[in-house]
């Protein structure tokens, strides 16, 4: 068979693959960048020459297209900046503390920025197949009227010419770093808006996360030949470059070297540069080769990143066995911005850190490469889908790779338990479904997406089992790989595995403030009273512990399921009879149990899973 043919017979069948879903109807865009960019390195401004490929299957066609400028919201009087002077607790990286530990007055950190030192990126010229089009800045949004609608199909090249200038380091992107970092690029490059079946996503940058199309990239960056960089992607020309070689045939020209790089299917792209960055490697047993790439400023840090490395391997075989195959060749490690943010295939993250810390943030920022990198979740709309389930695959890899625990427990995400009880007693929970940048205080948000939103993994196994909730995550993947699904397609698929209807979860623990509270109201010797003291329903495992030391598992399904979950195989139910009872209606606020034996314990749900506000009155025993 001719190669060529062949190649694009498995190209085609690739990208019909990733464009269709379970979803009938389901559609996504593509766009393809190349980019070549030429920076300098003194002025910290760059020129930069894009050329997009854009392929419209909206089943539409487009009159208007849009573009991110991210770096514009690094700009005094920005609303970034604004945001930062009226949320009651702004965050204290991007924030001067102008008053005291005891009564702290913050100042946001854009307001004092000049005119060298803000950020912008501004488009010298922009055509679509060779013709201009209009286009004008609106905040952090580039707004493009076509010369001609993209019809539905079509494939429109854009070619685009501007200049940037790279922001002091206050969120995620800029220079100079507090590390020492020269260039933390993220959000460096003029990125093309989401186009969905919910429309354009046209969300102003303010600081929190975002959603873009899948696409390749092939980007070169022209620096300095003294700079060491770490990026997105596969290194193209390791042996034309300093750090990734012993001795590399460097190809300067006018002072400047090139770093190339490819990346394949996903949906943004970050590089970092330093003169004092070191690189280091290893290859996992599932073949994927992770890079770190950072400042050797002490022997300890320098320790500390290669147990982190060895480690991060050990991750991405883990996750794959857990959560469906790492489906890209390569994972780099960056040191740079400001705490831990995920891209395509890379991350940065502060290094200046304990061994622990250091391999919690890796591990969490790796996670994003399924929950937002492979499963194109819309971070702006559902940040409890993709922080909260993170968190929980997070928690699991420090739990069996770091503290060597070996096998979980029922609940491994106890703490994100805690913490979300604090939230929803403090008077300032609000729904999950509010959008990521309109929450009243950051406390709020950052609870509900990395702590709430685990919760609802967790308590998800707790209604529909355990077993269910992994053969969930695994069938998630096969069929939203390199997509863009939403919440109700990883519900309907919980939904089809384990049998049990979770419109009522769902909903109540996501579109609203409602709280769970169950309580053992009376026990006597023949019969258990519980009571539902909340307004939201949910499904009891009761043990009781009988006074001849027999135990029995009370399971009450919540009639709303239309379902029951299977027997659990943890520890605390070994060798214990379950027993399954009539439904308990979400109208009827108490429930009787009838006992044959006399007991001496009561327990609502030993395995914790339940996440239940007030948790003392769950427990009885015989005085």
Not at 64 to 86: E, T
Not at 176 to 195: C, I, R, T
Not at 367 to 372: G, L, N, T
Not at 582 to 611: C, F, G, M
Request: without cysteine; aromatic residues 14%.
């Amino acid at each position: 068979m001719n190669l060529k043919y062949l190649y694009t017979l498995i190209v085609g069948l690739f990208v019909f693959q990733t464009a269709t879903a379970q979803r009938k109807g389901y559609w996504q865009q593509t766009v393809d960048y190349k980019m070549n960019i030429d920076v300098n390195e003194k002025t910290y401004q760059y020129d930069g020459n894009m050329q997009l490929k854009y392929s419209n299957n909206s089943g539409q066609s487009l009159k208007k297209v849009y573009f991110h400028l991210y770096f514009n919201a690094f700009q005094p009087g920005s609303m970034m900046d604004n945001r930062l002077a009226n949320i009651a607790d702004p965050d204290k990286r991007m924030t001067t503390n102008l008053g005291t530990k005891d009564k702290p007055k913050y100042q946001s950190r854009i307001a004092t920025l000049t005119a060298k030192q803000i950020g912008y990126q501004k488009i010298k010229s922009l055509t679509m197949n060779g013709n201009n089009t209009n286009f004008k800045v609106d905040g952090t949004i580039l707004e493009v009227t076509l010369p001609n609608e993209i019809e539905d199909g079509e494939t429109a090249i854009f070619e685009m010419n501007w200049e940037a200038q790279v922001p002091e380091q206050i969120r995620r992107s800029g220079r100079n770093s507090k590390e020492g970092v020269a260039l933390s690029m993220a959000q460096w490059y003029p990125k093309m808006a989401h186009f969905d079946e919910f429309g354009w996503h046209l969300d102003e940058y303010i600081g929190r996360e975002f959603i873009a199309p899948f696409g390749d990239f092939d980007i070169t960056i022209n620096i300095n030949k003294n700079y060491i960089l770490g990026a997105s992607g596969v290194l193209q020309n390791p042996t034309e470059v300093k750090g990734y070689v012993g001795k590399p045939r460097i190809k300067a020209k006018d002072n400047k070297v090139q770093w190339h790089y490819v990346a394949k299917n996903i949906h943004d792209f970050v590089w970092a540069a330093d003169p004092k960055f070191v690189v280091d490697s290893a290859k996992s047993n599932q073949g994927v080769h992770v890079y770190t790439v950072y400042i050797p400023e002490s022997d300890s840090v320098k320790t500390n990143w290669k147990t982190a490395l060895g480690l991060a391997t050990e991750f991405f075989d883990f996750n794959s066995k857990t959560f469906g195959a790492y489906p890209w060749p390569n994972y780099t490690i960056i040191q740079g911005g400001d705490g831990g943010m995920e891209y395509g295939t890379a991350t940065l993250v502060t290094g200046g850190r304990n061994l622990k810390s250091l391999v919690g943030v890796i591990f969490h920022e790796a996670a994003h490469s399924w929950y937002q990198h492979l499963f194109g979740i819309n971070e702006t709309v559902d940040e409890w889908f993709d922080e909260g389930f993170t968190s929980y695959v997070e928690e699991l890899a420090m739990q069996n790779l770091f503290e060597k625990r070996g096998a979980i427990e029922a609940n491994p995400s106890i703490e994100a338990y805690r913490a979300y009880y604090k939230l929803a007693l403090s008077g300032k929970e609000e729904p999950a479904s509010l959008l990521a940048d309109y929450y009243n205080t950051n406390y709020a948000y950052s609870n509900e997406a990395y702590n709430k939103g685990q919760v609802l993994a967790v308590q998800l196994g707790y209604i529909i089992g355990k077993d269910n909730l992994d053969k969930t995550f695994l069938e998630f993947y096969k069929q939203w790989k390199f997509k863009h699904p939403t919440p109700n397609d990883f519900k309907r698929i919980a939904e089809n595995i384990s049998g049990i209807n979770l419109k009522w979860y769902f909903n109540l623990f996501i579109n609203t403030t409602r709280k769970i509270d169950y309580a053992i109201k009376t026990v006597t010797d023949k019969e258990i009273i519980l009571q539902n003291k909340s307004d939201f329903a949910m499904p009891i495992d009761l043990l009781v512990t009988y006074e001849d030391g027999t135990k029995e598992l009370f399971y009450i399904p919540l009639r709303e399921m239309r379902g029951e979950k299977p027997s659990e195989n943890f520890k605390i139910y070994e060798g214990i009879k379950r027993t399954t009872l009539e439904d308990w209606n979400w109208t009827q606020p108490s429930y009787e149990i009838n006992l044959t034996k006399k007991p001496a314990k009561v327990i609502i749900d030993p395995s914790l899973r339940l996440a239940d506000i007030e948790s003392n009155d769950n427990i009885w025993e015989k005085k």
